[in-house]
């Protein structure tokens, strides 16, 4: 039987008292397969979904193999979208903590190219991001992979999708043939099988069990009349009350308008599509996690890859056509060990895709009509926290200890009041309880933080 005990792992004993602390306790189904055979060295192709701990099963691997007293690029971890980078540098970085001075490298497009050269110039040992950008580093020769020990392909799947095929294989066409390959992907299209075949050698295959606990997860079907959609949705909101909720939509104009609507009626939703800046999803998804705002609508792209915790609810404005897509997205909510409600709304002409998804998932699925729900007069549903954006971030040298410093030292607003901190290049977001928002924002912009002055915006 497969050990599910981290302690099994040839790993340093620092290494493993890091991942102590991070509170995991056992390895997740993933870490348990792959990691044994990644430690050995061997190149692997896994199918694994968010949050499977996929990223640290990578991760543990790839910080075991670095060299830290040698100033090159060791690992190289691709993705297909910047939030996706994000997250893996954060994991990284986590992990890392056990091994003083890793340098981790974040390089996305999207960002200005410049800065990006000057941090180069520090040889960071892991580089992580985005294809295109990467490749143009490479040509310019701002980044040098001739030391490369490790390759991984994160979402494999989904670069290709994105039409990164060609991008990739000139980026490994500029590493060296000896190094391990790590792919992980959800699906296993036959280009997957191509691409492994291409640049690995003799992989060891792994699949986990990708369908969800159903105990876990509470799933409905509610039929609605046409037309009904977005006023059932509020009443699903009302009867449900759930404290976070992703909602689905098909189509990016969909998921603006439903904002829009929701807005309207008094709750705090957000969109998250394609169409947005940068710094606008960043923001978005700020507001999201740190529960200063209860409904994040987005199409299956925008929430691709994301690893928001916690999620309450999963709603499906709209079915998707495909059964499996379906079930990579109500697996968003009953993560670790808790209770996840996934609804989804259908008109009688989608009984079809309901079929689908009865076979796909080999059980019946549970509909309900409208008028077993209870709709509740002036309820609203207000989000728990308020978001403050501060106009300095890494590149100023502003830590979240020097803005929760600034919040609590010589105030008297307690430290338990202030939730998550997210630090950018250039700006910070913290989350404070709603009933103490206008004294925090007071606090931050009439004050000092790190003996400095920023502008400091309340988020809506
Ligand atoms: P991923 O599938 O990589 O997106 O990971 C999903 C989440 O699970 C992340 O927030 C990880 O920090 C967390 N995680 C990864 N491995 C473990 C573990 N062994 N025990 C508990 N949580 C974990």
């Known amino acids: 039987m497969t050990s599910t005990a981290f302690l099994s792992l040839p790993l340093a004993p620092e290494f493993l008292k890091n991942i102590e602390s991070l509170d995991y306790q056992k390895m997740t189904p993933i870490q348990a397969h792959s990691l044994p055979v990644i430690l050995k060295g061997r190149d692997i192709l896994a199918q694994a979904k968010t949050g499977s701990g996929k990223t640290a099963a990578f991760a543990i691997g790839l910080l075991h193999k670095l060299n830290i007293r040698i100033y090159r690029t060791q690992s190289l971890v691709l993705c297909p979208t910047r939030e996706l980078a994000d997250q893996v540098s954060k994991e990284l970085r986590r992990l890392a903590r056990a091994i003083p001075n890793t340098k981790i490298l974040t390089l996305c497009g999207g960002t200005a190219f410049g800065p990006q050269l000057g941090s180069l110039e520090h040889h960071p040992h892991v580089v992580v991001g985005t294809p295109g950008r990467i490749l143009k ?271 609590t030292s010589s105030t008297n607003l307690p430290g338990k009041q202030i939730g998550k901190i997210d630090i950018f290049d250039n700006l910070a977001y913290v989350a404070v309880q709603r009933p103490i928002a206008k004294q925090a924002f007071k606090i931050l912009s009439e004050g000092n933080i790190k003996a400095r002055k920023f502008k400091v915006k309340k988020l809506r």
């Not at 000896?178 to 003799?202: K, V």
């Open 137 to 407: 580093h490479l040509e310019k020769a701002s980044l040098k992979l001739n030391s490369l020990k490790m390759l991984v392909l994160d979402e494999a799947d989904r670069m290709l999708d994105m039409g990164f095929h060609e991008d990739i294989m000139r980026i490994i066409d500029k590493m060296p043939k000896r190094r391990q390959t790590l792919l992980f992907s959800a699906t296993y299209p036959d280009e997957i099988q191509e691409i492994s075949q291409a640049i690995q050698i003799d992989p060891v295959d792994i699949r986990v069990e990708a369908l969800h606990d159903d105990k876990k997860i509470k799933q409905v079907f509610y039929r609605i009349e046409k037309g009904a959609r977005t006023k059932t949705l509020v009443t699903l909101l009302e009867h449900y009350r759930p404290e976070s909720s992703l909602v689905f939509c098909n189509r990016k104009q969909q998921c603006q308008e439903l904002s829009n609507a929701l807005w309207e009626q008094g709750f705090h939703a957000l969109a998250l599509h394609g169409d947005l800046e940068q710094k606008e999803r960043d923001q978005v998804l700020v507001q999201f996690s740190n529960k200063s705002s209860s409904l994040l609508i987005a199409t299956d792209v925008a929430a691709r890859g994301l690893d928001i915790k916690n999620v309450n609810a999963v709603i499906n404005f709209e079915l998707s056509p495909d059964p499996e897509i379906h079930i990579h997205r109500i697996g968003r909510t009953g993560r670790a060990d808790n209770k996840g409600l996934a609804i989804s709304l259908f008109m009688e002409s989608e009984n079809y895709k309901l079929d689908a998804i009865s076979a796909f998932q080999d059980s019946p699925v549970t509909i309900k009509t409208g008028e077993s729900l209870k709709a509740r007069e002036n309820f609203k549903l207000s989000p728990p926290m308020v978001t403050l954006a501060i106009s300095g971030g890494r590149k100023d040298k502003l830590r979240a200890g020097d803005i929760l410093g600034a919040l």
